[in-house]
């Protein structure tokens, strides 16, 4: 074989190795390229979850603290109404107390005389109680309650009419 043929095959082997060279290296740029495209999509795919995230995270913490508050108002209405609860059981303690040494003074003072006005008190509280089981069982019902009829007494020193 002639030495330029040779030649001529070696740099022809020679050019379709720089060529396919060339295509490799350009079909890798095109493929990093496509790697780099699909990287940055994932990033702005991972950057809206992240935000989505944050802000479900910040929902949740409200919604937390929200209930945490209305749960501690909750104890603090409680923690009043029971105050108010004992002071008006502490209130009606020293009422009966009270009530139960002025009877006994009104006894020492008038004997007799608690038990007339016990018993009277009782049949003037009877009515009322039977008014405020009947509001309780028609409570939409309208309540006609009649007035009880005051008497006029006129006295022998000629002053005015008094109502009994």
């Not at 009270?98 to 003072?109: D, G, N, V, Y």
Request: aromatic share 0%; charged share 30%.
């Amino acid at each position: 074989m002639e030495p330029w043929l040779i030649a001529v095959i070696v740099i022809a082997v020679v050019v379709l190795l720089v060529l396919a060279a060339l295509a490799l290296s350009r079909r890798g740029k095109a493929a990093k390229a496509r790697k780099a495209e699909q990287a940055r999509e994932a990033l702005r795919d991972a950057q809206l979850r992240q935000a989505r995230a944050d802000k479900e995270q910040a929902l949740a913490d409200e919604q937390l603290a929200r209930t945490r508050r209305e749960r501690a108002e909750a104890d603090e209405r409680l923690v009043l109404a029971e105050q108010e609860a004992q002071g008006r059981a502490t209130q009606a303690a020293a009422d009966r107390t009270a009530a139960t040494q002025l009877r006994a003074k009104a006894e020492k003072l008038a004997p007799g005389l608690a038990q007339r006005d016990a018993g009277r008190l009782e049949a003037e509280q009877r009515p009322n109680a039977v008014q405020q089981s009947n509001a309780v069982q028609q409570p939409n019902a309208v309540q006609h309650v009649e007035q009880e009829t005051q008497t006029i007494h006129t006295t022998p020193s000629g002053g005015g009419a008094t109502r009994a």
